[in-house]
Nanobody, 117 residues
Framework: QVQLVESGGGLVQAGGSLRLSCAAS????????FGWYRQAPGKQRELVAR???????NYADSVKGRFTISRDSAKNMVYLQMNSLKPEDTAVYYC???????????WGQGTQVTVSS
């Protein structure tokens, strides 16, 4: 079992920045990759950024150059630094962990990010 708890969401003006954090606990040794996803009202959940166990990253085209994902394995933390935020970044952001050989998905409860124009 893995538990994920997000924090750091909030309301920010366009052009501003936010840093999301995700604290992982439980059987974290078997986590292969962490990701941040988001879901806006009426839309499907989409991948924002992912970081592998060896530190390789990939990003959605819409956030490249603005968002940075990082992980602190010693602290079991994952971060998403979001800069130059746009109103279209408004969504609930979820932390995700891929667990074990079967890549089982664990999810956090989500944190709301609202960007005003």
């Amino acid at each position: 079992q893995v538990q994920l708890v997000e924090s750091g969401g909030g309301l920010v003006q366009a052009g501003g920045s936010l840093r999301l954090s995700c604290a992982a606990s439980g059987r974290t040794a078997n986590i292969n990759a962490f990701g941040w996803y988001r879901q806006a009202p009426g839309k499907q959940r989409e991948l924002v950024a992912r970081v592998s166990s060896v530190g390789s990253t990939n990003y959605a085209d819409s956030v490249k150059g603005r968002f940075t994902i990082s992980r602190d394995s010693a602290k079991n933390m994952v971060y998403l630094q979001m800069n130059s935020l746009k109103p279209e970044d408004t969504a609930v952001y979820y932390c995700n962990a891929k667990y074990g050989i079967m890549q089982y998905d664990y999810w956090g409860q989500g944190t709301q990010v609202t960007v005003s124009s």
